[in-house]
């Protein structure tokens, strides 16, 4: 079965870190690209970052460009974001999922069921 879980998540205040895990199971984590999702109450899900099969190559939403690092470990098939410097309007359910490249959500095929992230002193 495929099955994406994510980790890390809670309550931070503004400019604190944070570092989400994605753990994958019951497929070969590198056929697949990773991209994290967030969706804000009220707000359509947007990507925030992707990383290809051998993490030889990133993309940032310009929203995180310079806070956010995504990269990968395929030898023990989990995905990571540090989320750096983090604003209040980062806070967001964030998702990770496995398909191909780039950050739209039409991209990918599985889906994690999601972790909170909540910026606020």
């Known amino acids: 079965q495929l099955q994406l879980v994510e980790s890390g998540g809670g309550l931070v205040q503004p400019g604190g870190s944070l570092r989400l895990s994605c753990a994958v199971s019951?497929?070969?984590?590198?056929?697949?690209?990773i991209g994290w999702f967030r969706q804000a109450p009220g707000k359509e899900r947007e990507g925030v970052s992707c990383?290809?099969?051998?993490?030889?190559?990133?993309t940032y939403a310009d929203s995180v460009k310079g806070r956010f690092t995504i990269s990968r470990d395929n030898a023990k098939n989990t995905v990571y974001m540090q989320m750096n410097s983090l604003k209040p309007e980062d806070t967001a359910v964030y998702y990770c999922?496995?398909?191909?490249?780039?950050?739209?959500?039409?991209?990918?095929?599985?889906w994690g069921q999601g972790i909170q992230v909540t910026v606020s002193s």
């Open positions: 999922a496995a398909g191909s490249y780039g950050l739209g959500s039409q991209l990918y095929e599985y």
């Open positions: 019951g497929f070969t984590l590198g056929y697949y690209a």
């Open positions: 990383i290809n099969w051998s993490g030889g190559r990133t």
